[in-house]
């Protein structure tokens, strides 16, 4: 049984406080255990995402592909010029998910996404950057970015529970569209989402279900527990950088690469049922 906590806070300034009032919890994982195996390799990946970030210098720039530039372009601003910047590291994490492959046919990374919701009272929180499905009009991965604290004089916020809280907005607003489009709403979504605090990605998969949406719209604490799964990257590789460091990049493109196959088993769910662009109805019956 559900008791009342008759939590006000809006989606887009929830804090650990929440989290704890909504029986949710985070587990972290190793990237075996969060990708089911050892990412792999990348060599099917432009190998010009791991040149040197100063393109100033650079006679080969010439020769790069439109997305390794602006990848190395952002990275370096993200990294060395405007590193406090949070639109700059916006604009690096929707560079990156065009360089590993998220924005294929009928998927587009948009910024500054509004997504209607109802927790309990408030209407609409702001994704820093999501993948949209043209077709359907849904959500399919969300993205939180937050400045690293260790450039900056003040302590950055903790992104994971605006991480989770647009995860649930993500549930409400994907089932609305299903609604209206005549398709059964879902009990379940595993709705896959990135942190970038600085240059430093971190990757979830939290599971929102009908309890919980309807427990937050109510001021509600559910009496089934949420358990959202993370996977950082190892601290070990760098402590104070990110991606700037080659080492790191190179670890961090192949926890996305992984993270992309990932996320697509779990965001083709959502858009179950859906006619693509270009398919009649009749071809999906076939």
């Known amino acids: 049984m559900a008791n009342s906590i008759r939590s006000e806070t809006s989606a887009r300034n929830w804090s650990a406080s929440d989290l704890l009032a909504h ?26 995402l791991l040149l040197p970030t100063d393109l100033s210098f650079s006679s080969t720039t010439a020769n790069l592909s439109d997305d390794a530039y602006r990848f190395l372009a952002h990275l370096y601003l993200a990294s060395h010029e405007h590193p406090c910047q949070k639109s700059t590291i916006v604009d690096l994490s929707r560079s990156i998910l065009d360089a590993t492959g998220f924005c294929e046919r009928d998927i587009v990374s948009k910024r500054d996404h509004d997504i209607p919701h109802t927790f309990c009272g408030y209407r609409t929180t702001r994704a820093d950057v999501c993948l949209f499905h043209f077709t359907s009009h849904s959500i399919l991965l969300v993205v939180q970015v937050e400045c690293d604290e260790t450039t900056t004089n003040s302590e950055s916020a903790d992104p994971v529970p605006q991480v989770i809280a647009e995860a649930i907005a993500t549930f409400q607003y994907n089932n609305r569209k299903r609604a209206a489009s005549g398709l059964p709403i879902l009990d379940t979504m595993t709705v896959p989402c990135i942190s970038m605090v600085g240059t430093k990605p971190t990757f979830y998969l939290v599971p929102v279900t009908s309890q919980l949406s309807t427990c937050v719209i109510s001021g509600l604490h559910p009496s089934h527990p949420t358990v959202v799964q993370c996977c950082p990257l190892p601290s070990q590789l760098s402590v104070f950088k990110g991606m700037e460091v080659l080492d790191y990049r190179r670890t961090a493109l192949q926890y996305f690469d992984a993270f992309r196959d990932l996320a697509r088993v779990n965001w083709t769910k959502f858009i179950d049922g859906y006619v693509k662009i270009g398919q009649s109805v009749s071809d999906t019956k076939a």
Request: glycine content about 8%; charged content about 20%.
């Open 23 to 48: 029986n949710i919890t985070v587990q972290c994982q190793s990237a075996p255990d969060f990708f089911g195996s050892e990412p792999g390799s990348i060599d099917h990946i432009d190998p010009d």
